[in-house]
């Protein structure tokens, strides 16, 4: 598909325009086929932090970057940015400066329960992860944009829409055979600075992509039972 077959153009203030909507309807027997498949395939999903330095197929992490795009936004807004970082100096400078962060964070201003509830996950100050993996996204949220006058229009729901956008990229990272973590700095301003975004945007997460190394460990972790999070009224 065309990267550039159909560009959007902010529609604030426009009249409704709904057009058809008839997605094919696949049987039951195929949907609780392809519903069983989805979910064993994401249970083996976890987060890395050993990540092997091989290259990484660019247009899967481009087509999952895709993909992440057409998650739902507040008022069809689209407040995201993904910065796809590959340059190691780069990787090196944001390395440097959130590990600057964490370390005054694990001293102490994440305070004792916080502290207390990252013990169990073996992370520390230290994040290799940000120049061992072969290449970064840095999400941005955007606050609001510009139009063509200059004047400044509010985005809406920015924190849900992007969380949701960032959810649908590990799922499709994960699902394309790939490796991702999160990672939040605080603060983040430095990723802005170091990347030149622009004053609408703020940094929301770092996320690291590759493959897990030969000696990768994860923590003993077991997720909650479908009983212990859903309810049926």
Not at 29 to 56: G, Y
Request: glycine share 6%.
């Amino acid at each position: 598909m065309s990267e550039t077959a159909q560009r959007w153009t902010p529609v604030h203030g426009e009249p409704y325009r709904p057009v058809p909507y008839r997605p094919a309807r696949m049987s039951h027997e195929e949907s609780l086929a392809r519903a069983a498949v989805l979910r064993e395939r994401m249970q083996d999903r976890r987060t890395v932090r050993q990540f092997a330095p091989d290259p990484v197929p660019e247009q899967a992490v481009r087509d999952a970057i895709a993909c992440a795009s057409t998650a739902p936004s507040g008022a069809h807004q689209q407040p995201w940015t993904f910065v796809l970082v590959r340059d190691q100096e780069i990787r090196r400078r944001i390395r440097e400066a959130a590990e600057h962060e964490e370390q005054i964070s694990y001293d102490g201003r994440l305070g004792e329960e916080w502290l207390a509830a990252l013990r169990p996950l073996g992370t520390d100050e230290v994040k290799p992860h940000l120049t061992d993996a072969p290449a970064l996204i840095v999400v941005f949220q955007q606050r609001y944009w510009l139009g063509d006058d200059g004047t400044k229009h509010k985005h809406y729901y920015v924190d849900e829409s992007v969380g949701i956008a960032v959810g649908m990229l590990l799922s499709a990272l994960h699902l394309s055979g790939l490796a991702a973590l999160i990672h939040t700095p605080s603060p983040m301003r430095f990723l802005s600075r170091v990347l030149g975004r622009p004053e609408n945007e703020k940094a929301f997460a770092v996320i690291p992509v590759g493959y897990p190394s030969e000696d990768c460990r994860v923590p003993d972790l077991v997720r909650k039972s479908l009983d212990q999070v859903m309810v049926e009224v």
